[in-house]
């Protein structure tokens, strides 16, 4: 059912499956940091159902793009540490 | 997977607009379009069932979740995912921003069913990366979130935790600690008075079964997390104990608030916090209801039950409606129970010291925000409530916090590109629309 699909994470490659959200993602590649806040404490998903933009990140150059709604697709470049 | 293929900036016409595919949603537009109306349903996430049903379509564990799926696909409403609503420029047009496009629906009859969110208290410690909401984090664990071998502490309020631990464990993590703030005294008053929902008793059975061996403390709560740079160890508190927990998660909800932006934007009328709707469940605006969490938090059942009330007001059906109208009243009863059985306590009120931040968008610390007694003096002055959530977070916790109402809503409701507020001015606009339908 779901494929196996690669997704860049910071320029690194990242093996996934298709119903995987990009959050999840970035959390097996290791990260838990997904930005900085205004005054650079760290900061990673909170509420995990697109209310709290805590996990907003950079999808195929898009900024602000919260990583708990969206799924892995095939060659997604994700970038953090944005905003 | 709903159906992807919108074209940018597309406008449509439907009879009955469901804002929201959770139970509510997907009830009251089963019901619609089983009666032949043309309906349309939009929800931000990428699936459908909500929160609650999350990762029920790859997944199956909840017979009802598949019944009311399925029954949805075959009942012809046209669902449109990954569509977040945002602005209502003219009395019956809804605009949605999705991945790629905008939407503009204009609508004769509107359902909101948009569902409920966690309701976080600010404490010290909880803006590190580690800590999450109970129903947060599990959902994400449905969506690949690598949890396996995880020590996790559950912590806040409502039957929401055991649900949440018996998930994780299901995925592979250790929790570690069940805390529940609400007292053993309320909770055995709650659990005697479940005979009156037997299906609720062997939920409730059935998850503590399978929980066992998690210690499960009440009277308990979170007082400080800890770590450099991510959530390495919990402090909690019960009675007059005090202790340290290593864990790689905290989840911390002290349970849900109801999300009513969008009713407000439409300027529905609220009654202390929640909607208002008649028996029907139509708000105080005509053609415009609400069923589900926005009405009161009482889950899923309360909110399948009153989506159909909704969907079959809708459809003009009003005796098929009136029929529901005694199983609703049992969901009510349980509705009162389960609020007062989880009350917040007061002490929570003082776990946020004074330089705890309660805006996470704009980094605002508690002390700033109290020296004003008002959200709004508040908001122009410390520019909390100001960012990317636009209030919801650390609204919701000033409203526990402070007792500050929050019913201030503007368009756009929710933040979008500066495209689609472009793109959404021709979709909407009316000339527009002729020429675009012009053969």
């Given amino acids: 059912m779901a494929e196996k699909v690669i997704i860049s994470v910071n320029g690194k490659p990242v093996h996934v499956t298709s119903d995987t959200v990009v959050a999840a993602a970035l959390t097996q590649a290791g990260l838990l940091r997904f930005r900085g806040s205004i005054h650079g404490e760290s900061r990673g998903p909170l ?37 | 997977m709903f159906s992807k293929n919108v074209s940018p900036s597309s406008s449509h ?25 043309n309906v349309a349903v939009l929800d931000s996430s990428p699936w459908l069932g909500g929160q609650i049903w999350r990762g029920e379509q790859a997944h199956p564990t909840q017979a009802a979740a598949q019944q009311w ?3 949805l696909k075959k009942s012809g409403a046209q669902l449109f995912a990954s569509a977040t609503a945002f602005a209502a420029p003219t009395p019956r047009c809804m605009l949605a921003e999705t991945p790629t496009s905008v939407l503009a629906i204009t609508w004769q009859k509107l359902i909101f069913a948009t569902g409920a969110r966690e309701l976080f208290i600010p404490f010290p410690g909880w803006t590190l990366p580690g800590v999450l909401g109970p129903g947060g984090l599990h959902a994400m664990a449905k969506s690949g979130w690598p949890v396996t071998g995880q020590r996790v502490v559950v912590a806040g309020t409502g039957p929401l935790l055991l649900a949440v631990t ?23 008053r709650f659990g005697l008075g479940l005979w009156r929902h037997p299906g609720k008793l062997a939920q409730g059975v059935g998850v503590k079964a ?49 999300n009513v932006e969008l009713p407000l934007l439409l300027g529905c009328a609220l009654d202390q916090g929640v909607v208002r709707v008649n028996e029907f469940q139509e708000t105080t605006v005509t053609d415009v209801y609400c069923a589900g969490e926005p009405t009161g938090i009482g889950g899923a059942d309360c909110a399948l039950v009153e989506g159909r009330i909704a969907g079959l007001a809708a459809a003009g059906l009003t005796k098929q409606a009136r029929a529901l109208m005694s199983q609703r009243a049992s969901w009510h009863r349980f509705r009162a129970a389960l609020n007062k059985a989880f009350a917040l306590r007061p002490d929570l009120r003082r776990l946020a010291t004074p330089d705890t931040v309660v805006c996470r968008c704009e980094d ?33 916790a000033a409203q526990f916090l402070f007792g500050w109402d929050n019913n201030s809503v503007r368009p756009p409701a929710f933040p979008v590109r500066m495209g689609a507020l472009i793109g959404a001015e021709t979709t909407w606009n009316p000339h527009a629309i002729s020429t675009a339908s012009k053969p």
Wanted: proline share 4%; with cysteine; hydrophobic share 40%.
């Fill in chain 2, 13 to 37: 016409q439907v009879d009955v607009l469901v804002i929201g595919a959770g139970p509510a949603g997907i009830a009251a537009a089963c019901v619609a379009a089983e009666a032949g109306k």
């Fill in chain 2, 364 to 396: 605002v610390p508690r002390q700033e925000m109290e020296s004003f007694d008002n959200w709004r003096a508040a908001k122009l002055h410390t520019r909390c409530g100001m960012g990317a959530c636009q209030g919801r977070t650390c609204g919701a």
């Fill in chain 2, 166 to 188: 018996a998930g994780l464990q299901q995925h592979g993590a250790r929790v570690c600690l069940v805390a529940e703030q609400t007292s053993t005294a309320k909770l055995i």
């Fill in chain 1, 47 to 83: 509420c995990g159902m697109g209310v709290c933009f805590e996990c907003r990140v950079t999808i195929n150059g898009r900024p602000h793009c919260r990583s708990c709604l969206t799924l892995c697709e095939p060659g997604m470049e994700v970038r953090t540490d944005a905003s």
């Fill in chain 2, 210 to 258: 399978r929980i066992l061996g998690v210690p499960y403390r009440c009277d308990c709560w979170p007082v400080k997390a800890e770590g450099a740079d991510r959530l390495q160890r919990v402090t909690l508190t019960r009675g007059a104990d005090t202790w340290t927990v290593d864990c790689d998660y905290l989840v911390c909800g002290f349970h849900l608030v109801p």
């Fill in chain 2, 69 to 71: 799926i399925w029954r």
